[in-house]
């Protein structure tokens, strides 16, 4: 079977077999059946799912990472798990090229990391833990890019992703009868003033950033009762760390001003931190390079910066000696990453998993 095919096969198993964060076994399983299948060495962990395999042999390690997971959501009226961000994409480009590389004479060790969890954004750290990078000088990633960022055919050296954290938070105020408002205090009027306070935290127009309500769950069946609790979610967004920082601050005094003026408890807490991008410039002209021997000059574009986040940028946080960067596919992707109806061209599968082959052989 030729290599495109075969990343094909790939791609269309773990696309019909999607597992969420931390419970991708089935997943792990089937990513250790193809390593024993092709002869290449591997790893797996007692408590944690994932896989790390290597070709080659040598001092050096060169390494690149697929993210494996799957998002919860309501597909067609129903809820499941669903490769809608394309993780099951991005495995098959890394199998891909582990393929076009195993018959290669590598002078140096290649490392594949198949990591649990992106989407909870802290799975990056659990193969940190793990010795997933130790002794690793470049890292490279992979994903694939919205038609409105990259189409078909073209390949980015670079993706600059945001910063992105979550907050959880619970109001507690007193419920009271609908004919007797000023005996209770009402939640609703501080998740009111919540998102409007967060609509109103401003700074300069030059760095994107946005913080918004995205869930809230008050009352109950009774319409006469007016709520008095309430839990909430934000999800917070910005371009750099430092300005993240900034936004923490902002909110953190705008919720403590807000319990005081409504006279309820706020209470919450940041979850799920995934910080902004800090890309290497030696690794992505390794890759800009290899994008160019694979696709040529005019199928070669510009690093791009986009608002979304992803933990694979806490490996150079934590390791700050990594030279790392992650590799953005053009696939004509629509309507976008996270929709339950997201499609792409498979063709960018081969076209991604060379360029990782041609990257990671030139490192």
């Known amino acids: 079977m030729e290599i495109k095919q075969q990343i094909q096969k790939y791609f269309d198993h773990f696309h019909a077999n999607p597992e969420v964060s931390w419970k991708e076994f089935k997943t ?70 582990l393929l076009y590389l195993r018959n290669e ?40 890019r919205p038609a409105e960022e990259l189409p078909l055919g073209k390949v980015s050296p670079a993706l600059h992703h945001g910063a992105g954290i979550f907050l959880r938070g619970k109001i507690t105020g ?21 998102h409007q306070f967060v609509k109103s935290v401003y700074f300069s127009p030059f760095e994107s950033y946005s913080a918004k309500l995205t869930n809230v769950q008050m009352g109950g069946e009774s319409l006469n009762i007016i709520p008095g609790s309430a839990t909430f979610a934000l999800d917070v967004r910005s371009q750099s ?22 006279n309820v408890a706020i209470d919450w807490e940041w979850t799920d931190y995934t910080p902004a991008a800090e890309v290497s410039d030696e690794a992505m002209e390794i890759a800009r390079t290899a994008i160019r021997n694979v696709v040529g000059e005019e199928n070669t574009a510009e690093p791009l910066h986009t608002p979304g986040a992803d933990d694979f940028h806490f490996y150079t946080i934590r390791k700050p000696e990594l030279k790392a960067a992650m590799v953005g596919v053009g696939a004509d992707l629509t309507p976008g990453l996270h ?13 991604g998993a060379r360029v990782l082959a041609e990257t990671l052989k030139n490192a």
């Open 28 to 97: 792990t399983e089937k990513l250790q059946e193809i390593m024993n299948e092709l002869g290449v060495r591997s790893n797996i962990f007692d408590d944690l799912t994932g896989l790390i395999a290597e070709i080659g042999e040598g001092e050096e390690i060169v390494a690149v990472r697929a993210d494996i997971d799957a998002l919860w959501q309501e597909v067609g009226g129903t809820m499941q798990a669903n490769h809608s961000c394309g993780h099951d994409a991005n495995m098959a480009m890394v199998l891909g090229a």
């Open 339 to 351: 929709h339950p109806d997201m499609t792409f061209d498979p063709e960018a599968l081969d076209i």
């Open 105 to 144: 004479t590598l002078t140096k060790r290649v490392r594949f990391i198949f990591q649990p969890a992106e989407e909870q954004g802290n799975g990056s750290l659990s193969m940190i833990e793990r010795g997933a990078v130790e002794g690793v000088s470049h890292l490279f990633g992979v994903h694939l």
């Open 174 to 194: 007193d419920d009271a009868h609908g004919a007797r408002p000023h005996q209770g205090r009402n939640a609703m009027d501080v998740i009111a003033a919540i």
């Open 241 to 262: 760390n430092e300005l993240m920082d900034e936004l923490r601050k902002r909110i953190d005094e705008g919720f403590a001003s807000l319990s005081k003026l409504y």
